[in-house]
Nanobody, 130 residues
Framework: QVQLVESGGGSVQAGGSLRLSCAAF????????MTWFRQAPGKEREGVAG???????SYADSVKGRFTISQDNAKNTLYLQMNSLKPEDTAMYYC????????????????????????WGKGTLVTISS
């Protein structure tokens, strides 16, 4: 069992930055996939970024070059550094985890989906004003 607790959300103006954190508790193991999803009002949830236990990362096209996913293994914490924020980034952001590293693998050029995340946090709200 893995519990995930997100933090770091807030309200900023367009062009600003935020860093989200996701603290993981429980059995993490040596192979895993950790991801960030977001869901805007009235829209479907979408994958944003993922990092596998081998260090490989992937991003949705809409955030490439602006968002960076990273992890601190000693603290069992996942981060999402978000720069150059846009109003369309407004959403609830969720951390999700799977013990299957392959869940993070993305075919180049395809949409990031991150199927099969087994554990989810409750989310942190990000609001970007224009």
């Amino acid at each position: 069992q893995v519990q995930l607790v997100e933090s770091g959300g807030g309200s900023v103006q367009a062009g600003g930055s935020l860093r989200l954190s996701c603290a993981a508790f429980g059995y993490i193991g040596s192979t895993y996939c950790m991801t960030w999803f977001r869901q805007a009002p009235g829209k479907e949830r979408e994958g944003v970024a993922g990092i596998a236990s081998d260090g490989g990362t992937s991003y949705a096209d809409s955030v490439k070059g602006r968002f960076t996913i990273s992890q601190d293994n000693a603290k069992n914490t996942l981060y999402l550094q978000m720069n150059s924020l846009k109003p369309e980034d407004t959403a609830m952001y969720y951390c999700a985890f799977s013990h299957v590293e392959a869940r993070c693998k993305v075919v180049p050029g395809s949409q990031v989906m991150y199927y099969g995340m087994a554990y989810w946090g409750k989310g942190t709200l990000v609001t970007i004003s224009s």
